[in-house]
């Protein structure tokens, strides 16, 4: 078998365009000259040293980085002595994206939820040892339970208004109508109304009547709460929000506008993936669970529309949802 040499006999058009090379540049040359690759290399000495099946993942760093599923099967002449092998290149960058994807998510969420659990746990034990005979103690371990519990939900809340997205976006159910955009802001604002309180937080509201968008009226709603309810917990006491909505030739964009902590440069490009957060502490103090700015994003892509932010650290932060602009009377 060792007599067996590397030579490519053939190669078809796409296997050779994955190699960014036409078909009649790599014929009758070494596979390990033409495609310096060391994972290919140990596939194929392996493949053709065995006589074996062999498969694997390589990676090719060319213009941009691509995961090929190599596959190798042995070829046998009419005496069925071997005589080389066949190599199945298959382009799998995308499906292990989403792989890592998935994976990376279900990590997250793991992590997420079993930090409240393991707190819980801990604090039911530390109640059931004896704790539970103090009252002061006690209550004040029920109070961090509670937290710890409310945490859960709103993570397993915000879980579900993905899916609901999700699942509305794939039956195409979502209902685009023209809406006016003050009366669903407004809601917002009322949504909002008892936080904003709390912290003794103004929210100013600029909205000319007339401007409408065709807008799903619940999603874009649960979006501008989101918004608002981050302007709201990122700014200090006695802090004021503003939310100003303008028209421009072809969008309609809703400033919401806070004065609050800022978010450093380096974060803004991360900001709307899920679970992602400036500061986990700080957020999780806050009540948040780092899918809010996910399902802004996600509500607002159903919409055709898209979502910035400009901000800076102690300056406050400014995030503008665009929607496509529909019918309005200037
Ligand atoms: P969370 O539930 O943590 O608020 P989000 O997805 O809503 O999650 O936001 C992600 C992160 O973006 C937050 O943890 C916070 O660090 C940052 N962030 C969002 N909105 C603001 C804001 N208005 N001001 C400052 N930081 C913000």
């Given amino acids: 078998m060792d007599t067996i040499d590397e030579i490519i006999i053939s190669i078809n058009h796409s296997a050779a365009s994955m190699f960014k090379s036409r078909s009649s540049d790599l014929e009758q040359r070494s596979i390990q000259e033409v495609v310096r690759n060391p994972e290919l290399q140990k596939i194929v000495k392996s493949a053709l040293g065995s006589g074996d099946h062999r498969e694997g993942d390589i990676v090719l760093y060319q213009d941009e980085e691509s995961i090929l599923n190599v596959q190798t099967t042995s070829l046998l002449d009419e005496n ?21 994807m998935r994976k990376e998510f279900v990590s997250n969420v793991s992590h997420e939820i079993k930090t409240p659990l393991t707190a819980i746990k801990g604090f039911v034990e530390t109640l ?7 009252p002061d103690e006690a209550k004040r371990f029920l109070n961090i339970i509670e937290k710890h519990v409310n945490r859960l939900v709103a993570i397993i809340e915000d879980f579900m208004r993905l899916s609901v997205i999700e699942q509305k976006d794939k039956s195409e159910d979502i209902k685009l109508e023209k809406g006016k955009i003050r009366s669903v802001i407004k ?11 709390a912290k003794k937080i103004k929210v100013n509201l600029i909205c000319s009547e007339d401007i409408s968008a065709k807008i799903d009226t ?28 303008i028209t421009t030739d072809t969008e309609v964009c809703i400033n919401f506008k806070d004065y609050g902590i800022g978010i450093p440069k380096e974060h ?24 809010g700015l996910a399902i802004v994003k996600h509500i607002i892509q159903t919409h055709g529309g898209y979502v910035t932010v400009e901000s800076n650290p102690g300056e406050g932060s400014n995030f503008v949802i665009h929607l496509p602009k529909f019918g309005y009377t200037a």
Avoid: W
């Fill in 80 to 100: 069925e002595r071997f005589i080389g092998i066949l190599i199945v290149l298959n382009d799998v960058t995308r499906l292990r994206r989403l792989e890592n």
């Fill in 128 to 134: 059931s040892h004896g704790a539970m005979d103090n």
């Fill in 187 to 197: 809601t917002a604002i009322q949504v909002c109304q008892a936080k904003a309180e």
């Fill in 218 to 245: 619940q999603l874009f709603e649960q979006a501008a709460v989101n918004l608002l309810d981050n302007a709201i917990k990122y700014s200090e006491e006695g802090g004021l929000v503003q939310i100003e909505v």
């Fill in 268 to 291: 803004l490009p991360r900001l709307f993936e899920r679970f992602y957060r400036v500061d986990k502490a700080r957020s999780r103090k806050l009540g948040g669970t780092g899918l």
